[in-house]
């Protein structure tokens, strides 16, 4: 009871945070020593667990229950009517003190995520959702209940570690919230980076017509503008010109783990035109064109050039190795993460401004025009 209730405040309140941060509702907020009251509010919560189950085992005493309960050859036999045992008031207000304080964590847990770390906070809440429901299963002896808690709450966890590993982050970190944003994300916004270069429509369609090598790097603006599709046509236009077209894609990239390959899928692209991040980057030197569609921050060389930049240390996609960079953004505003992107100012990246599923279309249209 008590582990279901911990595990389900936990995901419930983070999870209401994280669909408050998805949809711009809600802002990264952190404060000094947070990992400490964090770590300390676990503590205190393990701590009125432990003393709940002390005080509830000791109220069902034999005493406590009228002689209801027998245990006869290792038995334990029931014997009706069987009394309701009542609590003294310390154990309920212990009780809410437990459920209110695990909506606490659940909320300070995820509040000062910001960056590129949400899909792996979402996985990691779907697998704490998972063990809540196996628990449900538990306390009502549902076995489909607890088979389906079981199976997502191994999925969710074991999608967690991956996603830790491919982000380059502990689990640690991510138990106690130490995750990027906040001040550091702020204070790296306000660089001031020099000058963008734009594109035109026709250049761009020229410049990929003519490439060997394009590769697609799809992000959250790809999603947002549902252009999967578009983008689908495009690449078997352009293989019809005999450019070898491929998707770089980044394991987080978007707003949930699988996000861009389950978009793709939908779009009938071929999965062997998908590369992971390892595998992409290899490509990179060779590549002549890369078409980026909504992604930032998994394509921010600060991650790997800027000590103090709230991504550092997080695997990217080296795209700035590629012959020419186009970049089809809404605006120069930062991702998720709330910093510049220097590759934006780099002499080989051109932006290419407008809705990605709009932009596509007049690409395509550029295209079949040449």
């Known amino acids: 009871i008590f582990l279901g209730l911990i595990i389900g405040s936990v995901s419930f309140a983070g999870s209401m945070i994280a669909w408050g941060k998805l949809n711009g509702k809600v802002k990264d907020y952190s404060f000094r020593g947070q990992h400490l009251v964090n770590i300390g509010m676990l503590v205190a919560i393990?701590?009125?667990?432990?003393?709940?189950?002390?005080n509830i085992s000791s109220s069902f005493s034999t005493d406590a229950v009228s002689g209801?309960?027998?245990?006869?050859?290792?038995?334990?036999?029931?014997?009706?009517p069987l009394n309701i045992v009542h609590f003294d008031t310390s154990v309920y207000v212990l009780f809410y003190a437990l459920f209110f304080l695990s909506l606490a964590y659940g909320v300070l847990f995820v509040l000062p995520i910001g960056g590129a770390d949400m899909p792996v906070v979402i996985s990691l809440l779907n697998s704490f959702t998972g063990v809540a429901a196996a628990c449900g299963g538990f306390l009502?002896?549902?076995?489909?209940?607890?088979?389906?808690?079981?199976?997502?709450?191994?999925?969710?966890?074991?999608l967690t570690i991956l996603?830790?590993?491919?982000?380059?982050?502990?689990?640690?970190?991510?138990?106690i919230g130490s995750f990027g944003g906040g001040s550091s994300a702020i204070a790296g916004a306000a660089k001031d980076q020099g000058h963008h270069k734009e594109i035109s429509l026709s250049d761009a369609a020229v410049v990929m017509a003519y490439a060997n090598k394009v590769m697609i790097v799809p992000g959250y603006g790809l999603a947002v503008a549902q252009a999967q599709h578009a983008c689908h046509e495009l690449e078997k236009l352009l293989n019809e010109k005999g450019v070898e077209v491929k998707y770089a894609i980044h394991p987080v990239a978007?707003?949930?783990?699988?996000?861009?390959?389950?978009?793709?899928?939908?779009?009938?692209?071929?999965y062997e035109?998908?590369?992971?991040?390892?595998?992409?980057?290899?490509?990179?030197?060779?590549?002549?064109?890369?078409?980026?569609?909504g992604a930032n921050d998994v394509v921010n060389p600060a991650a790997k050039s800027d000590p103090a930049s709230p991504i550092y240390g997080m695997p990217i996609l080296d795209v700035e190795l590629a012959k020419t960079v186009i970049v089809n953004k809404r605006s120069m505003k930062p991702g998720y993460a709330g910093i510049e992107n220097d590759l934006f100012f780099q002499p080989k990246t051109s932006m290419l401004f407008g809705d990605a599923k709009k932009v596509l279309q007049d690409l395509i249209g550029e295209i079949k025009n040449l």
């Not at 209801?68 to 009706?80: C, P, S």
Request: aromatic share 2%; glycine share 6%; proline share 2%.
């Open 46 to 54: 393990v701590a009125i667990s432990a003393i709940l189950l002390s």
């Open 68 to 80: 209801a309960l027998t245990n006869t050859a290792n038995k334990v036999t029931i014997r009706a």
């Open 140 to 158: 009502y002896d549902n076995k489909v209940m607890l088979t389906g808690g079981i199976l997502v709450g191994a999925a969710g966890t074991l």
């Open 163 to 175: 996603m830790c590993r491919a982000m380059n982050r502990s689990l640690k970190n991510v138990l």
């Open 254 to 270: 978007g707003r949930m783990p699988g996000h861009m390959n389950v978009l793709l899928a939908e779009a009938d692209v071929s």
């Open 273 to 293: 035109r998908l590369q992971e991040m390892e595998a992409a980057n290899e490509e990179f030197p060779t590549t002549d064109v890369v078409l980026i569609l």
